[in-house]
């Protein structure tokens, strides 16, 4: 037995938080790592202990290894969590935890050594006999390598980072010339991501379901499944939506996963928590595509049908201890869904987001569980992954998680970021993703480009939001004002107040009126050829409830500025910005060759000089952000007047970079 009493958790925002919960119920001391932008964060405000390991950059913080375990050996710490991402499947770091004395929660090194790596880890499949992609695995990692290996695969292929997964380092390619041309965006990616710039090349199955095993061993040589989790909703490469049990699932293709699951554990003598994952076709055959050695993001879902803490398990192993249970005393119940909360844009290609939380207020309620790791007030810096939470929920069939869910999302307020909660209640709102038919390809058949626009409001949005607005400013001037009475509430010297609000999406305009009718907190609200009556039954600091048209709506709101308030009707949000208060307003003209930043983050490469030529879409600059690079193209044909910034250079949201004429 190897017995500890605290914990290092190596990681930051949900993940540092929902470890540092189980390790504090368990009774173990909990210290967190932060790097400057994180010092305020919820994970350093949750642990016992909190210790400044360097900036912001992750090649600064988070991913080194001498910095982690220097904080772990001062705090006295007895074992070290990686969470997932960063240094979770780094074998070196692993290793150095035990040549300082610390018990690593998590596999041996020689285990992510193989597994954590995708070319050996499918190579070591290939002996034991599981079925693989067909690819390119090779140690010759030259251009001309890749070139050559592809002209045996038939197009289309994906490029993958060897050494990590979460989508970087990964490109979809239709041609030998998309090949050779993003093969070096793929290793830089890599490389910024985990340290290495390793590739492989695996024939891209492109309508397969994304179905893993969750596995987990003890140190005695008892390996045991945890069922499966589908995995298909995916944008980038990456989850957006997860789901346990698999809605195509049988008992015998679960037997046959899992045997595979198992086999591939054992074969590397592991031991702890990890994820076999497997792509899954029409005819029920199944491929082996990586093995993630360590925790995984949607772990919450298989802790929701076998009511077990994974974490929990986890720190267990990692104490020598053997595994309480066995593959038949293990059981499933019910359904569990998982939806992650990205800031990002939709209608912008999912481009992550940075800036500050104006409000977070998640939803609450009977099996909705929310991991988070965010607060209201908190800058979200460019630096890191851009997931900051997510919600699950559980019901004893699937359609009542479902539903469960998208209730719990229209109930979660995120002002002040873009991200995606409004597409998440999309997906889970269409048919295929009802009927449980959804493929990796599910995006990418469901929604167009135009799909992803924001929701205009309707006139009953602008009402709602107008009578809000007007009773939130009262209560402002109220608790400003000692000599405000209830009783003048919406009443002057000449009667009764009528108040005026303008209201503007693109080409709609809404000129509205509000009145009140009496003091049982109806108004009445007009427009120019509409009006409507609504019922206000409660307002507080950040929620409401109203009537109109005697059907009930939730509200979330907060006021982003004077005149400008952001409200969720029902999970629809928007940003009311009253006309009649803000007077003069810009719009950023794109299209004209004025090139910006599109979001905060580094710039990695300049492409073009003052006086040369470019044309519509050619790429002329790469930015990093927030583990990813993307590559920023010109809008227009012309010649480059100025360029405004340099390689290697921190750049902010909509800072002009390059002017073309």
């Not at 050594?113 to 030259?142: F, H, N």
């Not at 800058?379 to 469960?404: H, N, V």
């Not at 809008?635 to 909509?654: C, H, I, N, R, Y």
Request: with cysteine; glycine share 8%.
């Amino acid at each position: 037995m190897r017995r500890f009493d605290s914990i290092l958790v190596a990681n930051r925002g949900e993940i540092a938080c929902r470890i540092l919960r189980t390790a504090q119920k368990l009774g173990y001391k909990t210290i967190a790592i932060y790097s400057d932008p994180d010092a305020e964060s919820p994970h350093v405000q949750l642990a016992n202990q909190a210790i400044r390991i360097g900036p912001g950059p992750v090649a600064e913080s988070y991913l080194v290894p001498e910095l982690v375990i220097q904080a772990a050996l001062e705090s006295g710490a007895g074992a070290v969590h990686p969470g997932y991402g960063f240094l979770s499947e780094n074998a070196a770091f692993a290793e150095a935890c035990a040549e300082s004395g610390l018990i690593f929660i998590g596999p041996t090194s020689d285990a992510i050594a193989i597994m954590g790596d995708k070319a050996r880890s499918k190579r070591r499949m290939l002996e034991v006999g599981i079925p693989c992609i067909p690819g390119y695995q090779g140690a010759d990692q030259t251009d001309s390598a890749f070139l050559n290996a592809s002209k045996d695969m038939e197009f289309p292929i994906m490029i993958k980072a060897a050494a990590g997964g979460g989508g970087r380092g990964m490109r979809l390619i239709n041609n030998a010339e998309q090949l050779v041309s993003s093969l070096d965006l793929a290793r830089a990616e890599a490389r910024s991501a985990f340290g290495s710039d390793e590739l492989i090349l695996e024939k891209a199955i492109t309508t397969p379901r994304h179905v893993e095993i969750q596995i987990f061993a003890d140190e005695f040589g008892n390996t045991i499944h945890l069922g499966e989790r589908d995995c298909s909703v995916q944008r980038r490469h990456q989850k957006v939506i997860e789901e346990a049990p698999c809605p195509v699932m049988t008992n015998e293709l679960r037997g046959l996963m899992g045997h595979s699951a198992i086999e591939a554990a054992k074969s590397v003598s592991y031991r702890g928590a990890g994820t076999v994952e497997f792509l899954l076709d029409e005819s029920e055959k199944f491929y082996f595509l990586e093995m993630n050695t360590r925790l995984q993001v949607e772990h919450p879902v298989t802790e929701s049908i076998t009511g077990l803490d994974l974490v929990s398990l986890q720190i267990s192993v990692a104490q020598g201890e053997c595994l309480p249970f066995t593959q038949e005393e293990v059981r499933f119940t019910g359904h569990s869904i998982e939806a992650r909360l990205y800031a990002e844009d939709p209608s912008k290609d999912f481009l992550p987001a940075t800036g500050n939380i104006d409000l977070w207020a998640p939803a609450d309620g009977l099996d909705v569980r929310i991991d988070d790791g965010i607060t209201t007030g908190q800058e979200i810096p460019p630096f890191y992954d851009p997931m900051l939470a997510k919600i699950i929920c559980s019901g004893p069939d699937r359609e009542t998680a479902r539903q469960k869910l998208v209730g719990a999302l229209k109930q979660t307020a995120l002002f002040g970021i873009p991200n995606n909660r409004e597409f998440l209640i999309d997906c889970l709102e269409r048919q295929s993703f009802i009927k449980g038919e959804v493929t990796t390809a599910f995006i990418s058949q469901e929604f167009e480009s135009d799909s992803f626009k924001k929701y205009k409001p309707l006139f009953e949005d602008a009402a709602i939001a107008a009578v809000i607005e007007l009773l939130v400013d009262y209560k402002i001037y109220k608790e400003s004002s000692l000599n405000v009475s209830n009783e003048l509430k919406d009443w002057t010297n000449v009667g009764v107040l009528a108040a005026r609000k303008r209201y503007q999406f693109d080409e709609i305009i809404y000129d509205l009126s509000v009145s009140v009718i009496d003091r049982k907190e109806r108004y009445m609200v007009r427009g120019l050829d509409q009006s409507t009556e609504i019922k206000v039954h409660y307002i507080d600091g950040c929620s409401s409830l109203v009537s109109i048209e005697q059907k009930k709506r939730e509200v979330q709101y907060c006021f982003s500025k004077r005149g400008s308030i952001h409200i969720s009707i029902e999970g629809r949000e928007a940003i009311y910005s009253d006309l009649i208060q803000n007077e003069g307003h810009s719009t950023r003209m794109t299209g004209e060759g004025r090139i910006v930043a599109p979001m905060h983050g580094l710039m990695l490469r300049v492409a073009v000089e003052a006086g040369e030529l470019v044309q519509q879409g050619q790429v002329i600059a790469v930015l990093e952000a927030m583990k990813m690079h993307y590559e920023i193209c010109s809008e227009v044909d012309g010649l480059v007047s100025e360029v405004l910034v340099s390689s290697g250079e921190q750049v902010a949201s909509d800072q002009v970079l390059i002017e073309i004429d």
